[in-house]
């Protein structure tokens, strides 16, 4: 069984990089509101609107059975992992290293471990 990691380091379309280290409930992916938390992935400095970005568009989530799981949340433009497009409110396993394509802008998630 997968072990979920403890932090996630996300690597933004700019190459910047970030570490998330609440991973509990979830971490919202989305343009920013003045609902987004701290925790949250906030891709409105990437031109959101113009990119397809939903202010809810999707969210990673610990997973007791896959460690952590990537949800689309019925954004407008969907969100795609590994290439595939998924379907909404559906579970689909996260890998160390997965790309991730949210609207028409693109993230990749690392896995850190203690």
């Known amino acids: 069984m997968p072990r979920t990691p403890?932090?996630?380091?996300?690597?933004f379309p700019d190459k910047r990089v970030r570490?998330?280290?609440?991973?509990r409930p979830y971490l919202l992916i989305g343009r920013k509101t003045n609902k987004v938390r701290e925790q949250d992935i906030d891709l409105s400095p990437y031109d959101t609107r113009v990119k397809g970005v939903s202010r809810y568009h999707a969210k990673i989530m610990p997973n007791d059975i896959h460690g952590l799981v990537l949800i689309d949340l019925t954004s407008a433009n969907g969100t795609s992992l590994g290439g595939q497009r998924l379907q909404p409110h559906r579970n689909y396993p996260l890998n160390d290293g997965d790309s991730i394509k949210i609207?028409?802008?693109?993230?990749?998630?690392?896995?850190?471990f203690d």
């Open 6 to 11: 403890k932090r996630l380091r996300v690597l």
């Open 19 to 23: 570490v998330y280290y609440n991973l």
């Open 103 to 112: 609207g028409n802008l693109r993230i990749q998630i690392f896995f850190e």
